[in-house]
């Protein structure tokens, strides 16, 4: 016992020693004017960022991004449209689903730079309180929501997951896929299952997205 705890506090005195002899041998390198260490690197060398142009809910925005900025991090940190919501960050709950040029995306998955020049369309460029979406009134009416934390990703979804229907895109459940898909529950089940509600507001998000599709329950 005494003597794996003398090597436990060797090993880590020696581990100690071992790492201020390298600063240590660093600092003197450095010192002796050999080459240092390569600088991390920058975006630029303003250190500005690179520049994004979006058009975001109609109006063009500039901004000045670090390369690394994902587009959901550029809308709510740099943008402050905080109605797209970060759940997991990696793409698996749907929280932060938006449009862009039409389609549907998780924006926590995809870099800003790579939308240059794209249409967005967030939560609040769907509708306002005193104007709704279709969608956002919908959900109101079937409580398709509790705390509300995925309901912009679920709306913005389902707003491109009935384009999908209407352009006649297959989904993993449709019978035919050369054939138009059937509006049907099953349908909009599937196509919302990207969309996680931690709330388990499923009932009555799909009664909401049924009505506006038009979609017997
Ligand atoms: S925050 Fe993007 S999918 Fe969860
Ligand atoms: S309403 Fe709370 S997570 Fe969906």
Do not use: W
Not at 183 to 208: H, K, Q
């Amino acid at each position: 016992m005494d003597s794996f705890e003398d090597d436990l506090s060797v090993s880590r005195r020696d581990v100690l020693i071992a790492g201020a002899a390298s600063a240590a041998a660093a600092a003197v390198t450095t010192e002796a004017g050999a080459a240092p260490a390569a600088a991390a690197p920058t975006a630029n060398a303003s250190g500005a960022g690179t520049e994004v142009v979006l058009e975001v809910n109609g109006e063009r925005r500039t901004l000045q991004l670090d390369t690394r900025t994902t587009l959901l991090d550029a809308l709510r940190e740099h943008l402050k449209l905080t109605g797209t919501k970060k759940g997991c960050d990696h793409g698996q709950c749907g929280a932060c689903t938006v449009l862009v040029d039409g389609e549907r995306i998780n924006s926590c998955l995809t870099l800003a730079v790579m939308h240059q020049g794209s249409k967005v369309t967030t939560i609040e460029g769907l509708g306002t309180p005193q104007r709704m979406h279709p969608l956002q009134a919908a959900f109101v009416k079937h409580d398709g929501y509790q705390c509300g934390y995925c309901t912009p990703g679920q709306i913005c979804s389902a707003v491109g997951a009935l384009d999908e229907l209407r352009r006649g895109i297959p989904s993993h459940v449709s019978g035919d896929i050369t054939a138009k898909p059937l509006l049907s529950v099953d349908e909009l089940r599937e196509r919302m299952s990207g969309n996680i509600c931690r709330c388990g507001a499923y009932s009555n998000i799909v009664d909401a997205i049924s009505e506006v599709a038009g979609v017997r329950t």
